[in-house]
C-alpha cells in the first residue's frame, strides 16, 4: 500500500473552510484515496473515498489531483465538534471492503471559536 | 451510536488475570476486526475475521486470543498480559464485499479502555 505524508497539525476558525491536505506520490492506478477521522475517546469514523475523480457527501469533499500524487479533504464549515484526528489512508479496493485499513498518525485538527 | 457496541468500556486488570473483551454489531456485516491503540501511536490492525473465519493474525501475542463465534460477535480472550498492553481497543466491522450502495466502510466501536496493572 502507498505511504502518505499529512501535516501532524493544523489550526482552523469556526465557520471557515478546513482544508486538510495529504501527499501519496507513491500511489498505483488501481489504490483508493480513503478518508477517517478520530474525535478524542472514540473510534474512527469513515469521512469519505475516491479513485480520481472529486468526491463531495453530506460531511466533506475530497479533491484529489489529475496526477492523483495528493489530495484535499474539504470541511466547507468547520465546526468546533470537528476537532478531530483526520487519517488519510491510500490503499487498493479489495471487493469494495475497506477492511485492513493500515492508519498512519494523521493530522490533529483544532476547530477554535 | 455507530451499530458496533463494546463491553466493557473500561477494564482494569493485574498481570496474572484472564479477561475478556466484547463487540457486537448490529449492521448485518459479515467481516469484523481487533484494533489496538496504545498512547500515541497509530491504530494497529490485530486480526480480521471473514464470515467468521480468521483471516488476519498481524503477529499478534498468543496472550491475547480472539474468538468469533459467529458474524455478529467478537470476542478477544486475554491473559497474562503486561503493563506494556494497556491501550484502547477497537472493534470494528464492515462488508467483506461490495454490495449496491455500499462505501464497504469499517464501523468502529468506541473501544474498550484496558489498564493492566
Known amino acids: 500500500d502507498a505511504k502518505t505524508t499529512q501535516p501532524p497539525s493544523m489550526d482552523c476558525a469556526e465557520g471557515r473552510a478546513a482544508n486538510l491536505p495529504c501527499n501519496h506520490s507513491?500511489?498505483?492506478?488501481?489504490?483508493?484515496v480513503y478518508w477517517y477521522r478520530q474525535i478524542h475517546s472514540q473510534g474512527p469514523q469513515y469521512i469519505i473515498h475516491g479513485l480520481k475523480n472529486n468526491e463531495t457527501n453530506e460531511m466533506a469533499s475530497l479533491i484529489i489531483t489529475e496526477d492523483r500524487k495528493s489530495s484535499t479533504l474539504i470541511l466547507p464549515h468547520a465546526t468546533l465538534r470537528d476537532t478531530a484526528v483526520y487519517y488519510c489512508i491510500v490503499r487498493a479496493n479489495y471487493g469494495g471492503s475497506q477492511g485492513n485499513l493500515i492508519f498512519g498518525k494523521g493530522t490533529k485538527l483544532s476547530v477554535k471559536p | 451510536e455507530t451499530g458496533v457496541t463494546q463491553t466493557p468500556r473500561h477494564l482494569v486488570m493485574g498481570m496474572t488475570n484472564k479477561k475478556s473483551l466484547k463487540c457486537e454489531q448490529h449492521?448485518?456485516?459479515?467481516?469484523m476486526y481487533w484494533y489496538k491503540q496504545s498512547a500515541k501511536k497509530p491504530l494497529e490492525l490485530m486480526f480480521v475475521y471473514n464470515f467468521k473465519e480468521q483471516t488476519e493474525n498481524n503477529s499478534v501475542p498468543s496472550r491475547f486470543s480472539p474468538e468469533c463465534p459467529n458474524s455478529s460477535h467478537l470476542f478477544l480472550h486475554l491473559h497474562t498480559l503486561q503493563p506494556e498492553d494497556s491501550a484502547l481497543y477497537l472493534c470494528?466491522?464492515?462488508?467483506?464485499?461490495?454490495?449496491?450502495?455500499?462505501?464497504?466502510?469499517?464501523?468502529f466501536g468506541e473501544g474498550s479502555r484496558l489498564t493492566v496493572l
Open positions: 470494528a466491522s464492515s462488508h467483506p464485499a461490495k454490495l449496491a450502495g455500499n462505501t464497504g466502510e469499517l464501523f
Open positions: 449492521l448485518g456485516h459479515n467481516a
Open positions: 507513491t500511489i498505483s492506478g488501481n489504490e483508493y
